[in-house]
């Protein structure tokens, strides 16, 4: 196997130096150790001498070079992640905004709220795109929705009424501790 390293020149290690001091001024130490990486292996140095220097494991060592001679300075920025790209296009995703914003009763469904699973159906019938529920809360946070959660207190509830129930009926509902047999 051949062995990898990042490209660059004497130039190049003095503008990642200064990158260097720049992450740790703003504590982004660990953009700080990739960029001490990317370093070392213009330096001549092997992945695996490179992991042992900086106590990361050697898998990582390839992923931060092979970002940088991709994507230079920004493949080492913290946030970056090549990642997948999504199923759905912006057309779709607005599309999907649109339907949520009309409400579920507009869309034709018996219920007045939306859930992460009716919403996932909905891709898969609308787009053909399976998602799951769990999922499809990271979208709908991505495109500006936020989780409501229903909460359960009794709206008309009388105060006195339930904290005489607290106080004497719930104590009694409670296990209580089995005796111990001697």
Known sequence: MTPLFAHGNYKTIQSLLQLKKDARR??????ANRVHGIILSMEGHTTSEIADTL???RTTVPLWINNWNKYKKE???EGFRSGRKSKLDVLQIESISDIIESGPVAYGLNTGVWTSKIISSIINDEFGVQYHPGHVRKLLKKIGFSVQRPSYKLANADPKEKNRWIR????TLKKTQKQ???
């Open 180 to 182: 111990k047999k001697v």
């Open 168 to 171: 004497y009926d719930y104590p």
């Open 75 to 77: 493949g080492l920025l």
């Open 26 to 31: 703003e504590k982004a130490f660990n953009v």
């Open 55 to 57: 106590k990361v494991s």
